[in-house]
């Protein structure tokens, strides 16, 4: 009988082996939050929470935290790559190279270049930058600053796959690591100041095909199609330059949008579906199943593109974010429905969020900067909080993130779009800095108030890096200076730091190996910062490296 034939049998057997293969993947990212011994996501954990139970390293004993190696990524670009551990292999991105390195000596196994046309400088907005790898069935995935996917060999750094996600000239960008769930790889896309259309691609995790593309902005004739005036969806931003979360259960991914294009509202008056928003979407197929949408209209460059954590807030699933708006949202990660939203710094574009339409209401400020005035906005540009994620700590119910305090003046002026160039709309003159006050603090807040447990501020400029929450009772987070820090998650007070080779704006992790823990970061000035032209940063000299970390014996 031919279904007996050998080769056959042996594709069979093959097949099945390899979908094998593929299902313990995906099972290892589901378990990603829980299993102490790898980091296989961006977000530590497809929640998003950054947050780990090991307590080896904690508040008793993290004086005696010392570097294990430093790693040069021989690169003076900014750094704020996630490093990823699995199966005895860290990888580290950077916007010209993938590196394998060994997490516990620190040398190198692997780094392949990544080929980028020359003048790929010329479109990437905020910051020459990778913010890393994701890894998934032997295979390593990244994205690069013009707008490629990439799979290489986890073992031998070999590129497998290279596919197109859009036209750099145009001002698309990729900057953020992919998020992989059941074998697809979702990305997003940047370019939300040079009037693109956003959107979110699936990819398929073996071959690179396209498996579908969800565009952020809706089109005539869509869902969402009338809250654009004319044809102005189609450079409407709604940038996707994050990496979302995933709630297996409900088997929802939530990806953030950014700003709309260009950022003066009064050319395209109406909600602007679906810009500054959380998409809830299906991993398999792209479908769009609920919206929420933090700024409707979006006037001030408020992106949503970090989507934050996926918490239980009193048995109830729940999305928490502090968007870059100022406000603190809590949705019901169900359906979308809003619970609670509240100021967690100074905010004068909206005098508060409707709880019953989920609308800000907005404020004078904003009623006159809409007339053509010249007005100081709080929050900047910037945001309330940057690209930068926070972390959760079950234990303290808290969320902690480096928060920013400065406002920008802004008025609109008429522009027109030109391919491949900024496209605003208004009279950017940079942010403001508070004369008496710090610029920036590291904040553990409350989702349901907004408001903060404790603040530790930042001496001089504020901090853009990550933080990482672990059951030690510790928060580690990076100083725009370099030092590398560990804070009382409870207190705020600082217990340990360490003065890393270069700025921080990395993100931190944490792992162990045969019972051992390890923290590690990227160290490598740069960022959305560093376009400030901020002259305090003149002694903190650029150059990434990854740094890990142990308990001295
Ligand atoms: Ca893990
Ligand atoms: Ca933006």
Known sequence: MIRNHPLLLGATLFALAASGAQAQNDQALKNDAKSTGDVLTYGMGYNNQRYSPLKQINTGNVKKLAPVWAYSLNNTQSHESQPIVHDGVMYVTTHDSTVAINPLTGKQIWKTAVELPQDVFKYACCGILNRGAAIYNGKVYRTTLDAHVIALDAKTGKQLWKSKAAEYTDGHAQTAAPLIVNGVVMTGIAGGEYGTRGFIDG????????????????????????????????????PTWLTGAYDPELDLVYWGTGNAGPWNPQVRLGDNLYVCSVLAIRPKTGELVWHYQFSPNDPYDYDATEVGMLVEIKGRKVLAQANRNGFFYVLDRTNGKLLAANPYVKVNWADKIDMA????????????????????????????????????????????????????????????YKKGEWYLGMNMRGVTMPKDEPHGYLSAMDPMTGKSKWKMPWPGQPSMA????????????????????????????????????????????????????????????????????????????????????????
């Open 466 to 553: 990550g933080t990482l929450s672990t059951a030690g009772g510790l928060v580690f987070t990076g100083a725009a200076t370099g030092e590398f820090i560990a804070v009382d998650a409870n207190t705020g007070k600082k217990l340990w730091q360490f003065q890393t080779s270069s700025g921080i704006i990395g993100l931190p992790v944490t792992w162990e190996h045969k019972g051992k823990q390890y923290v590690s970061i990227v160290s490598g000035a740069g960022g959305v910062w560093a376009l400030l032209g901020d002259e305090r940063m003149a002694a903190t000299p650029a150059g990434g490296s990854v740094w890990t970390f142990a308990l001295q014996p």
């Open 203 to 238: 990819w398929d995790a073996n071959d690179g095909k396209k498996l579908w593309r969800l565009y952020t902005t809706a089109a005539p004739g869509e869902k969402g199609g009338d809250t654009w005036p004319g044809d102005t969806h189609s450079k409407g931003g709604a």
């Open 357 to 416: 339409t989920g609308r800000p209401v907005e404020s004078e400020a904003t009623k006159k900067v809409r007339a053509g005035e010249d007005v100081q906005i709080w929050p900047s540009v910037l945001g309330g909080k940057n690209w930068t994620p926070m972390s959760w700590n079950p234990a303290t119910g808290l969320a902690y993130a480096n928060t920013l305090n400065m406002s920008w003046p802004y008025q609109i002026v008429k522009q027109d």
